[in-house]
């Protein structure tokens, strides 16, 4: 009842429990469904990058080997049910055994692991056309600025392989990446006539039947006319209307990312997370983007006076945003520094993610297609080794304890009480690690430099052995820490830095909490 007044140990047992909830629901934690990474040119499959499939054919999907089991046995012209982003959905195989989509696993939150101990995916792509050092490269700057752990890339004469342990970013790492900002514009047709303003010049057109006609040339939806050096794509032909699109900028006009400018938000106007990339583009991209704007008529929306027209981002044809253009505005009439690129989310982790796979397809460049030829899951090598090698020195530890304090001491409760504080430790560094997953994006992940030291924190419990009352103990201890903790920091700014993660987490709660109390528990046995 004594221990139950001790802020410390009240400490310890309040992070033991939430140590041991994160392990555990990281731990037993189940995916649930696939996801759609690549959608074949030759699918007949109305999905996108993206979509979760629960369900084909009325048997759950658990995994991806699931929904190839159940590929296999489809025939050509069969309609195959699904269920996809908890909704109807299906497609018609266009081939025995053959549905043109390449699925995964859905990501779960459970633990995560080096690939060397856990294992990992394989991804074969094919290259058709371009240079392969250059998507190499491509590849490599999206791995970094994506921050994504345990990822490699290597070649085979025209093929690429990406071993990773985060599966669920290769469609980000393998996207074209084709960028497109626009101006969207509604223009209502008199008498089958209509105009459309650049600046200070005017350009008429007529609609026949439902076809634009505009110097002499006649254009219908899906096609693309030029002005003033400017794109426009014909979305929509009406009686009443004609609806384009006024290409602004595209990958190759944007001159450098503002990643530095960027910044996430929570917008509770319409009760969403923003997100916002400033970039800059080339002076002919902004010059253009001055003729649209002030060729536009104003309008009310939402109380607020706007700009007849709305801005629209694409990437890989996959609509972005859709934002009103508000008066007064910086960019009419005046000289325009950099654009940005404003999309919104519902979660702050989806806007976070968005926003940094719009940074890192916008500073790496666009990429030629690449051909998902295989993907396989393989195992690490380690896994056993690495238990038998944490399990190995939990018990020496422990025995050592039991032992030491035996003979020494002649208190075998002692030495019971020093043990169970080594396997607190054990259990509050694991703890931080599960917690770190969940809180952030991709989190630590435990490789083998983080498992050495786990085993050197475990090791490091012997000086549970030794009476902390005694001077002369306590001060080698001390100095014994103080090299270890500066060797850890150390280790932070290498390719170790798990190792050093693992026993600075360790010793603080050592010194702040398990050597304080063993040092009372001392002193009452």
Aim: charged share 20%.
């Amino acid at each position: 009842m004594r221990l139950l007044k001790n802020v410390r140990f009240v400490l310890l047992l309040f992070l033991l429990v939430v140590s041991g909830y994160f392990l555990i629901s990281s731990m037993f934690s189940k995916s649930f469904g696939v996801t759609v990474i690549d959608v074949a040119k030759d699918s007949s499959c109305n999905l996108k990058n993206g979509d979760v499939i629960s369900f084909i054919s009325g048997s759950e999907v658990g995994n991806a080997e699931v929904f190839k089991d159940v590929e296999k046995d489809v025939k050509s012209g069969d309609y195959i049910t699904m269920v996809v982003n908890n909704g109807p959905g299906g497609c018609v195989a266009t081939r025995d055994g053959y549905l043109g989509l390449s699925v995964i696993d859905k990501p779960s939150t459970a633990f995560k692991l080096g690939m060397n101990i856990g294992g990992g995916d394989e991804v074969l792509l094919k290259l058709n056309d371009g240079n392969i050092n250059n998507v190499i490269g491509i590849i490599d700057e999206r791995i970094r600025i994506l921050g994504l752990p345990e990822t490699e890339v290597s070649t085979s004469d025209s093929f690429i392989k990406i071993k990773t342990i985060e599966i669920g970013k290769i469609k980000s790492l393998i996207a074209n990446g084709n960028f497109e900002g626009k101006v969207w514009r509604a223009i209502e047709t008199t008498n089958g006539t209509a105009e459309i303003k650049l600046d200070t010049n005017r350009y008429s057109f007529e609609v026949l039947n439902k076809k634009v006609k505009i110097n002499n040339s006649e254009y219908e939806a899906g096609l693309s006319f030029l002005l003033e050096d400017i794109k426009f794509d014909l979305i929509n032909v009406t009686n009443n209307s004609v609806i384009i699109e006024a290409v602004i900028f595209t990958n190759e006009d944007v001159l450098s990312v503002l990643s530095s400018s960027s910044y996430l938000s929570y917008n509770s106007n319409i009760n969403a997370y923003e997100l916002n990339v400033p970039v800059q583009i080339s002076n002919a991209s902004l010059e253009k983007f001055q003729k649209v704007l002030r060729g536009l008529k104003t309008s009310v929306a939402s109380s607020q006076i706007v700009l007849d027209g709305s801005l629209v981002y694409y990437m890989d044809n996959e609509k972005l945003n859709f934002l009103n253009i508000p008066i007064p505005y910086e960019w009419v009439g005046k000289k325009i520094v950099s654009m940005p690129i404003i999309c919104f989310k519902n979660s702050q982790q989806t806007a976070l993610e968005e926003k940094l796979e719009l940074q890192a397809i916008l500073e790496s460049g666009r990429l030629p297609d690449l051909e998902i030829v295989q993907i396989k899951h393989f195992e690490g090598n380690l896994k056993e080794i690495i238990f038998v090698g944490v399990l190995l020195t939990l018990s020496a530890v422990v025995i050592l304890n039991l032992l030491l304090n035996f003979t020494r001491h002649k208190k075998i409760k002692l030495g019971i009480y020093s043990s169970l504080l080594v396997l607190a430790e054990f259990v509050c560094a694991v703890g931080a690690i599960a917690i770190s997953q969940r809180v952030f994006t991709y989190g630590w992940i435990v490789d083998t430099p983080s498992i050495v030291g786990l085993i050197v924190l475990i090791g490091s419990g012997f000086e549970f052995a030794f009476s902390l009352s005694n001077r002369a103990s306590k001060k080698f201890l001390n100095f014994f820490e103080i090299g270890i903790f500066c060797f850890s920091f150390l280790m932070l700014f290498t390719s170790w830095k798990g190792f050093g993660l693992t026993i600075i987490v360790g010793m603080i709660i050592r010194n702040l909490i398990t050597k304080s109390l063993h040092e009372e528990i001392e002193k009452t046995i």
